[in-house]
């Protein structure tokens, strides 16, 4: 029997604090809180000083190649903002809010883990503050004025049906809904066509609230959505529908900043949660620019490797947002490096010195695409307790070689304690830094050029292949004007390469676009690699079956 206590175990035995005290920490006032209960609230925009988050300090979070249980980004972030506290650094950390889909799939909980987390754990995996809820209602709404409008005789745009981009969205994995036939049962009951639902962390809703800088930026870009074409080709777009103000009045709450707390009583904000894969992977611009008004140093993360969620996090979000962190913090585990070093899954907690010599190649490489914007990581090594001191020191050996301080961090099993450490060469490394980070390409290139930038400079790749589908929608972005967007790539997290079976630092591949995808609304394409999924399924054995509640309410079997 394990000696360690369950991450909700721990979570339950905290000593919460009223959220108004937590709100103290970072200089906000109790009638400026929007309260859920007592451990939650809404911290309203106004809040929100451009001035003080240009002084401020943002250190972005990220991590290798994972293997498919993660490599503990957000107990890094979250235990790395501990450490920071504990030596006097006022500091706050940024995150995602999870989604049902994974929590109830594989991975049964997104808040941290171990003594590095965020609470009330419960609620942040569960419903939270009812955003993603709102997402999902604004995105559906659309989707319903869209069949609404198919049907109208007075009001009808002439929609072809083949041609419509939006989805229905609910956060659950449930692949049985991602292709669907809609609209049979006659004609009271709509036209019918083929259709589908995405999980809401991929819906363009979740990215457009993410990206937002007020409400009326967030109408603007609702307004945007490309619907579809009409049926002689002319685009149609969510303005058209007149779905804006009503889709924005259903965000008016989730579009503000959640507010709630660490293990150790540490702010952490909480908003937004688009997938890393298939969107830009990170927090919204106005939960780190209200982290950034009210404390001298912010830690986000963004979702998977140096080669989605950071990519997406500088060349997207730092775009829109006007934001520029000051280092990288690269999560490495030993395990993840045993993989990469051609160990299997089955025997990745058996230690292997050689295993983690060979597997640094792709650390390096992640270390290097750090360094190709312009600023200086640190590569966190998080501890698990089947990893050997001598692998350890293989770690820090070869990265010093590269001229970067590897750090152990110790967060899931000593909080802050463990961090502490970290903290100070994190610290040491931002407060040198002096110069705006160097974004990978120019937007104002063609789309062709700007993804193979990012697919030779960050991926490795030799060059990009563009099957047809892919060809004729560079063709349509160049006629919609869409051409001059950034790229956000959909591509495996589970390689550098297009291919999940590649693994290590891969060479001498080509990355192949199958199609494109258009995200007008919320600023962005999206090239399609692989067989990549807006609708996961559960595994064999989800997350859910070993999930219940009591007749008091407490809660198990969340991790």
């Not at 650094?89 to 987390?117: D, M």
């Not at 050997?388 to 909080?415: M, P, Q, R």
């Not at 099957?467 to 950034?486: C, F, M, R, S, T």
Request: proline letters at 4%.
């Amino acid at each position: 029997m394990s000696a360690y206590k369950s991450d909700l175990e721990i979570a339950q035995e905290a000593d919460i604090k009223h959220i108004v005290s937590i709100a103290k920490k970072l200089g906000v006032k109790e009638d400026d809180l929007e309260m859920y209960g007592k451990y939650k609230a809404k911290l309203p925009l106004h809040l929100i000083d451009e001035e003080k988050v240009e002084k401020s300090s943002l250190i972005l979070v990220t991590a290798l190649t994972p293997t498919p249980a993660g490599e503990g980004k957000t107990t890094v972030s979250i235990g790395l903002t501990e450490g920071m506290n504990r030596i006097g650094k006022n500091t706050t950390v940024v995150l995602r809010e999870p989604s049902l889909g994974p929590v109830f799939g594989i991975k049964g909980g997104a808040a941290g883990g171990g003594y590095s987390q965020v609470i009330p754990m419960e609620d942040i995996n569960l419903h939270f503050t009812g955003d993603f809820s709102a997402i999902e209602k604004a995105n559906n709404l659309l989707a319903a004025l869209i069949d609404n409008n198919l049907q109208s005789k007075t009001r009808n745009l002439g929609l072809d049906p083949r041609t419509i981009l939006w989805k229905r969205v609910m956060d659950m994995n449930d692949r049985a809904l991602r292709d669907i036939t809609i609209g049979l049962g006659g004609t009271t009951n709509g036209v019918p066509r083929q259709d589908g639902f995405n999980i809401t962390p991929a819906s363009e809703i979740m990215a457009i609230l993410c990206l937002a800088n007020d409400t009326d930026d967030l109408k603007t870009k609702i307004g945007n959505i490309l619907v579809g074409f009409t049926y002689d080709k002319k685009p149609i777009y969510a303005r058209d529908l007149n779905a804006v103000g009503a889709m924005a009045m259903l965000l008016k709450d989730a579009i503000k900043p959640n507010l709630v707390q660490t293990l150790e009583g540490n702010p952490a904000i909480l908003h937004g949660g688009p997938f890393a894969n298939i969107a830009q992977g990170t927090n919204s611009i106005l939960a780190t620019k209200m982290g950034l008004t009210h404390s001298d140093y912010v830690v986000t993360e963004a979702g998977f490797g140096s080669d989605l969620g950071a990519e997406k996090f500088i060349n997207i979000k730092c775009g829109y947002g006007n934001l520029s962190p000051k280092t990288i913090v690269i999560v490495a585990t030993i395990r993840a490096l045993r993989y990469h070093g051609g160990i299997s899954l089955k025997e990745v907690n058996t230690p292997n010195e050689h295993a983690v010599r060979q597997g640094f190649a792709n650390l390096q490489k992640h270390i290097e695409n750090a360094q190709m914007y312009g600023i200086e990581p640190v590569v966190a090594i998080n501890k698990f307790v089947t990893d050997s001191d001598a692998e350890i020191e293989v770690v820090k050996e070869l990265t010093e070689k590269l001229g970067v301080k590897a750090v152990l961090s110790e967060g899931w099993e000593h909080g802050g304690e463990g961090t502490i450490e970290l903290a100070k060469v994190v610290t040491e490394v931002v407060d040198a830094q002096t110069k705006k980070i160097k974004p990978l390409y120019n937007w104002d290139n063609g789309i062709k050029a700007k993804i193979l930038e990012i697919s030779q400079k960050t991926y490795g790749a030799d060059d990009v292949k563009y099957l047809p589908a892919a060809n004729k929608k560079v063709k349509e972005l160049i006629e919609l004007g869409l051409d001059k967007l950034p790229i956000c790539m959909a591509k495996t997290q589970k390689s550098f390469s297009d291919d999940e079976k590649k693994i290590g630092r891969p060479v001498d591949f080509i990355i192949t676009v199958r199609d494109i995808e258009i995200a007008a609304g919320a600023g962005f394409v999206i090239p399609i690699t692989g067989k990549m999924m807006r609708m996961p399924g559960l595994p064999k054995v989800p997350a859910a079956e070993g999930m219940d509640i009591d007749n008091e309410g407490n809660i198990s079997g969340l991790s």
